[in-house]
């Protein structure tokens, strides 16, 4: 139990830098759910209960494009699609965990999460279950608790928050530092610039389909260039 | 904007159900069932296929200059992914391309 302790702390450790990042960009989310016209507390609500920033700007982008409901809630599923992977990937390692906590890894699933506890789980494979479980919900949970917060903060602050701040660019220089040490190898590298061009070769495409299809893309080519290297 | 109080909701409610259910997926039904080796090595690069397809349009399009290329943001991703490789540190990384942004951003304002 100990150990699974210092597993919690190194998955915090591990996602601090996201700690800093995710206010900011919760409290954009809660300037444009305020610009929007939502309260304060449906803004939380919304964070709460979703918690994805990609498919809460998209949904909230549509609503001020005045979408049929309907439309809104598959658009914004569809930016999501790319949790089912993140869910696959995640099954052996997890996968015997009781249902109830894989209900609360599912909730609890975000891209900076994933990304940190898919390297974890490869580089130390000796990680027992509760330390495994101990060290995602240690590199999610205060990042969550952050994120709803800051989506609070913003709705409240409303547009005093000015734009200078830039606070828009602070995810995507989190994600670039997050993904930068997965790349090490030729396919990881091939794959990681194939999804880059792809996902602006298909940017005009709607619904977050784009992405969905650059990644596949840029996934099979990495699988399939890995399994030449190894026949080679 | 104008939707009524209880629309608002059932999105809200839609989005968090349908997020869940994708989340949850592949790791409530496979469980501790081991996947075939050809499906493991396809999802070894579930990172590096998905994150930089969220990170390029957001790079070279950023919504916040109306999709148009702007150079301070352009600047701070590059010296991010330099500092990334160099230091293979996430916090330096982070650290470095915020400093880059504000400094490039101040400059030519």
Known sequence: MQSARQDFWKGFWGALPFCFVVGPYGMVFGVLAYESGLDVLTAIAFSFAVIAGAAQFTALSLMQDQAPTVIIIVVGLAVNLRMALYSATLAPYLGAAPLWVRALVAYSTLDHSFALADAKYRSDPSMTLPQKLAFFFGATGPVGVIWIVGTGVGAWLGTRIPDWLALDFAMPIAFIALVTPALRTVPQVAAAFTAAVLSLVFAALPYGLGLIMAAFIALLLGAELERRMQAA | ?109
């Open chain 2, 1 to 109: 904007m104008n939707y009524s109080h209880n629309t608002i909701w059932i999105i809200v409610a839609g989005l968090a159900l349908g997020s869940w259910l994708l989340r949850f997926s592949f790791l409530g039904l496979i469980g501790s069932k081991d996947l075939p080796e050809w499906l493991k090595r396809h999802l070894r690069y579930t990172v590096v296929a998905v994150l930089p397809g969220i990170i390029a349009p957001l790079v070279f399009l950023p919504k916040a200059t109306g999709g148009v290329f702007d150079l301070p943001r352009f600047l701070a991703a590059a010296v991010t992914l330099g500092v990334g490789l160099w230091t293979k540190n996430l916090f330096f990384a982070v650290i470095a391309g915020c400093i880059t942004l504000y400094m490039v951003l101040n400059i030519s304002l």
